[in-house]
């Protein structure tokens, strides 16, 4: 007795820690729509994930949660479930469900084995940098007036620039400030010249041809400044290591991969699959219009000559 009695408080106090994992958002009817039943709906549907994740938008596909469940109660009190037309649509779809999960366990597949073997890919560090450049970039006004091209300076200039910019530096003045106050480069002096996180293959430095930084960073130990400008076509620049090299998280790096495979995985896919299992098209056949018999035509008067086409009297009304 004293057993049992010691045993609800503990049974409480662990029906209230699910509960509280796993809390109830409505109920319809009795029943609990959970914030695991949410969870769920977004791993079956990852396009409502970004929705999900702001209240409105996680009310909204509630409410509709709500509604889906309210006709379904309806739907099993009526026994439509037990129709014949509903078990035809539950075969179809059970066979569309089925088949969609063999596709995307196949692309988890593929996706997972990239990772691995495209390690190198993945391995990112924190970069900074300052630009003194050899052109000098145009302001937005004058991109509209264009009224005089842009003054260029000579590499020579350029690298004086630089090299007084690197005696900053070496003296013991913090990359982030000087950055801040001389760096040519408009976006990334807004951020004390931050690059943020780079690949040794960058997409995007290399669409700004400045390839050559990351070359170099992936060099350098963390904290430290290229020892010498790094020439680009934009001018001369210095960079600094802010984070070390590490490897991107498989979490992270996941769905990058997947819209760089789905397409590519599928059609693969699919042609060692009609590899796999013979596909055959069944054509109807049509019957084959008898010819007419030579003693069935009887010739025109005019041999030779092609006969008369049928004019709109002749062709057949709607009705007959």
């Known amino acids: 007795m004293h057993l049992r009695l010691a045993l609800i408080p503990l049974i409480a106090i662990l029906l209230t820690t ?5 809390p109830t958002l409505a109920k319809v009817g009795g029943k609990r ?8 709906l977004g791993e079956v549907n990852p396009r409502l994930k970004p929705r999900m994740a702001t209240p409105v938008g996680k009310k909204k596909i509630l409410e509709n949660y709500v509604e889906q469940t309210l006709l379904y109660e309806e739907a099993r009190k009526r026994g439509i479930h037990r129709s014949d037309k509903t078990k035809q649509k539950l075969d179809l779809y059970e066979k569309i469900i089925i088949a969609q999960a063999v596709l995307d366990d196949e692309l988890e597949n593929q996706i997972k084995q990239y990772y691995e073997n495209h390690r190198d890919e993945f391995e990112r560090l924190k970069l900074s940098h300052i630009l003194i450049r050899t052109v000098e970039e145009e302001s937005g006004a004058k991109k509209k007036a264009a009224a005089k091209p842009a003054q260029k300076r000579t590499e020579d200039a350029a690298k004086k620039l630089i090299a007084k910019i690197k005696e900053r530096l070496d003296k013991g003045e913090t990359f982030d400030k000087v ?17 943020g996180y780079i690949t040794l293959r960058d997409k ?15 060099a350098l130990q963390e904290g430290n400044v290229s020892p010498s400008p ?12 802010v984070e070390e090299k590490k490897l991107q998280p498989f979490e992270e790096a996941e769905t990058g991969i997947r819209f760089r495979l789905q397409s590519d995985v599928r059609t693969k896919f699919l042609a060692d699959l009609k590899k796999k299992y013979k596909v055959d098209y ?11 018999s030579p003693e069935a035509v009887e010739p025109n008067e005019g041999a ?9 009297e002749a062709a057949p009304s709607p009705q007959s």
Not at 18 to 22: G, H, I
Not at 204 to 218: K, T, V
Not at 230 to 241: C, P, Y
Request: proline letters at 10%; one cysteine or more.
């Open 18 to 22: 699910a509960c509280e994992k796993n």
């Open 33 to 40: 729509i959970t914030e695991k039943d949410l969870t769920v």
């Open 179 to 195: 950055a801040s106050e001389v760096s040519e480069d408009s976006q990334s002096k807004q951020n004390q010249g931050s690059l």
């Open 204 to 218: 995007r430095l290399e669409r700004m041809g400045w390839l050559p930084l990351a070359e170099q960073a992936f």
């Open 230 to 241: 790094i020439q680009t076509k934009d001018g001369f620049h210095l960079i600094k290591v």
């Open 282 to 292: 069944i054509e109807e056949k049509k019957p084959a219009s008898p010819s007419p």
């Open 304 to 312: 030779g000559e092609p006969a008369p086409a049928p004019g709109p």
